[in-house]
């Protein structure tokens, strides 16, 4: 069946050190997919997306990387700041029938210790 | 502008009982999704309105779980009876018309669901 994953529940990194999150998925038909931030007591919140015809996006601070021949996507953030420290959801957005839906890996949390 | 705004943002209900989630999304919003995230797993898709019909409703895990966008406005979705494996943070999420090209979805806050 259709489901995206994350290789690492928790990641900790020294404040100043770059992070790098992971996400496998398992529908190459997927051509857009999204990183979310989820701090405590928010909902999901819209990091950096990419599509299937890219291989890397940059953002601020952040970069999306994705390798469609072994369905990998990372999020790789620099400088890691306290501010960062979240749980972080890789996701695929799927249409059927003109209706989108996201798949969800189950998160990585984010330490960053001071 | 307003975000998506969930009501309530915490709910302790016994099993059995009756409880009702609301939603408002970002006015204008054609799309209305509901996701529940349940035991630390990963977020679930429930489903998906478009205005006030429902679009895709393949995530709803049984007939207990009913959801409404009367007006295609705000949506609700309330659980009846809730069990003890209800118990999770429901999120909804609302985006643009699919033919606007728009299709980032924005998350409300959550409610966080306790059954006892």
């Known amino acids: 069946g259709e489901s995206v994953g994350l290789h690492l529940p928790t990641l900790s990194v020294q404040e100043g050190d770059n992070s790098i999150i992971n996400c496998a998925y398992s529908n190459s038909a997927s051509d857009y997919f999204i990183w979310y931030k989820q701090e405590s007591g928010k909902g999901p919140q819209f990091i950096i997306d990419i599509r299937s015809n890219m291989d890397k996006r940059q953002g601020q601070r952040v970069t999306v990387l994705l390798n469609k021949t072994v369905k990998h996507l990372s999020l790789q953030i620099a400088a890691t700041q306290p501010g960062d420290s979240a749980v972080y959801f890789c996701a695929e957005n799927i249409v059927v029938d003109s209706s989108y839906k996201l798949i969800f890996g189950s998160g990585t949390r984010l330490l960053v210790r001071p | 502008e307003a975000g998506v705004t969930q009501f309530p943002s915490h709910s302790v209900i016994e099993k059995g009982q009756t409880v009702t989630l609301r939603c408002d999304p970002i006015?204008?919003?054609?799309?209305l999704y509901w996701y529940r995230r349940v035991m630390g797993k990963e977020i679930k898709f429930l489903l998906h309105?478009?205005?006030?019909?429902?679009?895709?409703e393949s995530g709803m895990p049984n007939n207990r779980f009913l959801a409404e966008r009367t007006g295609g406005t705000y949506s609700t979705l309330k659980v009846q009876p809730a069990e003890l494996e209800d118990s999770g943070v429901y999120f909804c999420?609302?985006?643009?018309?699919?033919?606007?090209?728009?299709?980032?979805?924005?998350f409300g806050q959550g409610t966080r669901l306790t059954v006892v």
């Open positions: 999420a609302s985006s643009q018309d699919f033919y606007s090209g728009n299709t980032e979805a924005f």
């Open positions: 309105f478009v205005k006030e019909s429902k679009q895709d």
């Open positions: 006015s204008g919003h054609d799309n």
